[in-house]
């Protein structure tokens, strides 16, 4: 728990400024903590005086002996026969973390009847191959997937487990880390070594999607995260590269499932893709109702470009969910990205912060999008953006 | 049918923001809220409660003012409301949290399903509910968007996949994490209201639900915060001046190469 | 103003606001346009318990009074008039079982009413028979077990949705006012039909149809109190339905005022919001003091009622001929507000103006109103 040293403390109120969650207050000049306290410990370094330490009673798994644990693993996830474009983008990421610490960088296959597969991995940057081919992993079950992947970790130790976080890799990987007592960062945007010690630094934003925390997993092994699709970027396929397949037979109990695929129903895909898209339009709550958004639209249809938008605007029904910007919706990385009446939270700057250029228009021009925006134009967009559409049109027309 | 529905209390996300003054987190007027997600598992399990009869238990892990959001779940119809909250819970990950809720259900006895919304708005990791399940020991299934019958022991479901959805045949017992698709959640009725102001939420101990000092909060947890930073702003930003038409022009003469 | 409500009053006003809020506001220019009855929205009020509000506890209802109806109908009407006089008519409609009705009438009707499984109108209103009430030419003829009803009803509201309808009907028309009887009638009655849905100017999500009664059969327990009672209970039913309608008056103008403040403070005329100038903030002020007057007496006249006073006519009339003139004086002054944008069917107060008239028209105009008023005070000086 948050210990505070009523000695040393001298009731200055910066901790009480910096915690997120409204834990501490100050007392007769003495910081006090409340019950929302969750132990991030973002207090404990803004203390000056050093009157603030968490002490932790006894620490989870500390008997595993990490160094027996080596390498790190992507889950290639693999369905109707096609290995997912995450899994390559996270090979990406995962071969420079393996170069890093001088080990393997391992791919998991499961499917049935994918070992064809295997050689283009290797060619994504993999040195090994851990495949599981068996007619009972033709489809995605929770538990068999799990079972297995459970049994491929404690069998090979590695390190490091990364998961793409898709509707499969969201599910699957929280049951691993459950049954294995590790530890599991969600929905990483940055991944890094600490090359002394191989704790793996995984970056996701936090606390309501205000702030960045970065997590480790001290104790336990192997270290695992998921990492949302197009953030990190895939190696060029380099089909000179060499790299070995080990079988792996999972028990028959691992194969053994509760659960039965009755039916896989294809939806129709959204016309739009905005993950495709070289120019997004985007809109959020000062665009106040969809006529604001019929605005962006006009936009959009004069540049050729598609309409995004942040949460807020999806949550009030202006636009549907697929054109959703940001932590909870896609992730996009346009050659120009302009956000009209966003106001910057990070839950939506994380999905389009890789942009190549990015316009803001916004009244306030205090609103944190402008931090990210390589061009901002502050003032009402009611007014900007049908002059912004005619001087474009008015461009083109010469 | 007895149906544990887990719900947490969050933050209003759309109104907390960072202060660009002070740079930390703007506190003052965010309201605690249930998370979205899990309303829609709520509504899920008053329905199969009404269809098939049975008890709805709400259950939170949280602070003692976490017992108002349960009081709203019995508004909308859960039969009680149930508080697991200790000081020993404080800084508990994914882990710690679905083996204290584990814990939990197993404490409130034998149970047919339990229902989760697929993620918290706070977090967003989706984890607890297969973390949950996997403590159970019972099979699960998340993001399910529709159930389409329950017949015995035996459960029908689509289950949303990124390219469509699956159709999943599991036992019960056993875990579901619902969508927002599933249902239209109901608005309190005024015989809810008035039962949840009286209602009385048990409240359990780290201690009452038998969980190992070594497995809850920040000591059963496997994953630790080292450090908590405001994004970098980009370095080569240009704000424009100017009338809007003037700012306008300037734009466009930097966007040339995309028009 | 704080008006010291209840914890279960606060509860009704805020199960009703958020009815109102998710489901009322984002649908009403739809059901304007389409004509559209609520079905939908009516169910959800039914589901949240908000049709109990009025039905005595021992048939499944909150047991509340006057001031709790017209505390919920305020909250709907500021969504919706259309919507909410749906919901006013139903209670219109089962009044008279309420209060003139046998045990078995109320443990029949009262417990569907609570639960919303039933719905109900209240048929008075003939082509002859509008504000001068003595003209009803609908007779009901008593043939051994079964009573016979000829006749047609007009502009009952609710007509053709609801299932169950209170119907006053002349058993002994030589005895003038004297000689009327009320009845209930149920859908799929024989005999029983309805006529053309009217094409309204305002209040266009609420239903105005015509109920025919062509040798309309119906069981002899289906009378409602004595023979002879009917206009006793036309007038009771009246008494307490008033200040509801009075409370349509209270949500629609208050609903006219956020409007037009909102827009005031936003649009920019002269380099400055239009709330800076004093012409307009004066408009506004007296939209503002009319509505709180309005509210303040609706609350009074609702609790005076409500402690079951000997004389009730004169407070109901009184809260109704102020609260809707008011709504009609309000809602036009907020078209005012917005001016141009104001006469267009984009903002909300063109819907709002054209809802306020017939405020002033049905359950008695505000003339008849006056007309009691005045007759209350002749008495009481007498």
């Known amino acids: 728990m948050l210990i505070i040293d009523k000695e040393k403390c001298i009731g200055c109120g910066v901790c009480e400024a910096n915690c997120a969650f409204g834990a501490i207050s100050m007392e007769d000049g003495c910081a006090v903590v409340g019950d929302s306290c969750t132990l991030c410990g973002s207090c404990v370094d803004t203390c000056d005086v050093e009157a603030l330490k968490i002490e932790i009673a006894a620490d989870a798994g500390s008997t595993c002996n990490l160094n027996e644990w080596s390498g790190v693993w992507v889950f290639a996830e693999c369905r109707d026969g096609e290995v997912s474009p995450v899994s390559y983008e996270l090979l990406g990421a995962g071969r420079n973390l393996a170069d890093q610490r001088k080990v393997s960088l391992g791919a998991v296959l499961l499917g049935s009847n994918v070992r064809d597969k295997a050689t283009e991995l290797i060619a994504g940057g993999a040195d ?65 070594m600490r090359e002394e010690d191989g704790a793996l630094l995984q970056t996701r934003p936090a606390f309501g999607g205000n702030i960045m925390a970065t997590i480790e997993c001290p104790h336990t092994r192997p270290q695992m995260a998921t990492v949302r699709p197009k953030v990190m970027l895939p190696l060029v396929s380099d089909t000179q590269r060499s790299g070995d397949i080990i079988e792996f037979n999972p028990t028959a109990q691992a194969l053994t499932s509760n659960v039965a695929i009755l039916e896989s129903v294809k939806a129709e895909q959204e016309k739009v893709n905005i993950q495709e898209e070289d120019i997004l339009i985007a809109g959020g709550r000062g665009l106040d109702g969809e006529k604001g958004f019929s605005l962006i639209k006009e936009l959009a249809d004069e540049l050729g470009a598609a309409v995004a938008a942040s949460r807020a605007a999806v949550d009030s029904g202006w636009v549907s969910y697929p054109h959703q910007v940001g932590q909870t919706g896609k992730t996009v990385s346009p050659k120009l990205y302009i956000a009209c009446g966003i106001s910057g939270a990070i839950q939506h700057t994380v999905g389009m912060q890789s942009a190549e250029t990015i316009v803001a228009i916004n009244r306030d021009e205090n609103a944190t999008i402008f931090n990210y925006a390589t061009y901002g134009l502050v003032g009402d967009l009611f007014e900007i953006v049908p002059l912004l559409k005619n001087k474009i049109k008015n461009v083109r027309g010469q | 049918m007895k149906i544990v529905v887990c719900i947490k209390q969050v933050p209003d996300a759309k109104d907390v923001r960072l202060d660009p003054e002070t740079n930390t987190l703007a506190r003052e007027g965010v309201e605690s809220i249930m998370n979205p997600f899990d309303r829609h598992a709520l509504e899920e399990a008053v329905r199969i409660k009404e269809e098939h009869g049975g008890e709805v238990v709400a259950l939170s892990m949280g602070p003692p003012q976490a017992e108002t959001v349960l009081r709203e779940a019995i508004s909308c119809g859960a039969d009680r409301g ?70 015995g022991k035996s459960l029908d479901l689509e289950r949303m996949m990124d390219d469509g959805y699956d159709v999943v045949r599991l036992p019960i017992p056993c875990l579901l994490t619902v969508v927002k698709d599933i249902n239209e959640p109901r608005t309190p009725s005024l015989k809810g209201k008035m039962k949840a102001k009286k209602a009385e939420i048990t409240v359990l101990s780290a201690a009452d639900i038998g969980a190992k000092p070594d497995c809850i909060g920040l000591a059963g947890s496997p994953t630790r915060v080292v450090n908590v930073f405001s994004p970098p702003p980009r370095g080569d930003r240009t704000v424009f001046t100017g009338s809007a038409e003037e700012q306008v022009d300037q734009l466009v003469e930097q966007l040339g190469k995309y028009i | 103003m704080d008006y010291l409500l209840t914890e279960e009053q606060q509860m009704i006003k805020e199960t009703a606001r958020e009815i109102t809020e998710k489901k009322v506001i984002p649908m009403r220019a739809e059901l304007d346009e389409r004509n559209a009855f609520p079905t939908e929205i009516l169910q959800d009020m039914a589901k949240a318990d908000l049709f109990g509000i009025f039905v005595p506890e021992e048939y499944g209802g909150f047991g509340g009074g006057c001031l709790d109806i017209v505390l919920a109908l305020e909250e709907m009407a500021r969504g919706c008039v259309g919507v909410a006089t749906s919901y006013a008519a139903n209670a219109l409609g089962i009044f008279p079982v309420l209060i003139s009705g046998s045990k078995e009438q109320k443990e029949k009707y009262l417990p569907d009413i609570a639960q919303g499984k039933r719905w109900a109108a209240f048929g008075l209103t003939e082509s002859n028979a509008g504000s001068d009430a003595s003209g009803i030419q609908t007779t009901a003829v008593l043939d051994g077990d079964e009573w016979v009803l000829n006749g047609t009803k007009q502009w009952i509201t609710n007509g053709g949705e609801a299932q169950v309808y209170t119907i006053i009907a002349m058993t002994d028309p030589s005895k003038g006012p004297r000689g009327a009887t009320m009845f209930v009638v149920e859908d799929g009655d024989p005999g029983f039909s309805y006529g053309k849905k009217e094409d309204k100017m305002g209040i266009r999500a609420s239903a105005t149809r015509e109920l025919i009664m062509q040798d309309c059969r119906i069981p002899k327990d289906r009378m409602i109190g004595r023979r002879g009672t009917g206009f006793i209970t036309v007038m009771k039913t009246l008494d307490i339905s008033r200040p509801g309608i009075a409370s349509l008056g209270l949500g629609l103008g208050q609903a006219a005022l956020d409007e037009a403040v909102t827009y005031a403070k936003q649009r920019v005329q002269f380099g400055k919001p239009i709330i800076a100038f004093q012409a307009m903030q004066h408009m506004l002020a007296d939209m503002a003091i009319q509505v709180e007057a309005a509210r303040a007496l609706i609350y009074a006249a609702a609790k005076h009622i409500d402690n079951n006073p000997k004389n009730m006519s004169k407070a109901s009339s009184m809260c109704k001929v102020f609260a809707t003139d008011m709504a009609m004086k309000v809602t036009t002054d907020a078209v005012q507000v917005l001016g141009g944008y104001g006469y267009m069917k984009e903002y909300p107060v063109e819907k709002m103006m054209r809802d306020a008239k017939i405020l002033q028209i049905y359950e008695g105009t505000n003339q008849i109103q006056r007309n009691v008023i005045g007759q209350e005070l002749n008495k009481e000086y007498s």
Not at chain 1, 150 to 160: A, D, F, N, Y
């Open chain 1, 128 to 192: 090994l191959v851990y495949l599981a081919d068996h007619e009972e992993l033709l489809q995605y079950r929770e538990d068999v997937y799990g079972s297995v992947l459970c049994e491929m970790i404690s069998t090979h130790k590695p390190e490091v487990v990364l998961a793409g976080a898709t509707a499969i890799g969201r599910s699957m990987v929280p049951r691993v880390a459950t049954e294995l007592r590790t530890g599991l960062t969600a929905d990483c945007t940055q991944l890094s």
């Open chain 2, 82 to 151: 149930v508080l697991v909250s200790d000081r020993g819970f404080a800084g508990a990950d994914t882990w710690a949290t679905s083996y204290t809720l584990g814990n939990a259900v197993q404490t409130l006895g034998e149970f047919d399903m339990v229902l989760c919304g697929k993620q918290a708005i706070d977090g967003d990791t989706a984890q607890v509910g297969p973390g949950l399940a996997t403590q159970l020991r019972v099979p699960f299934v998340t993001c399910v968007q529709k159930i389409r019958t329950i017949e």
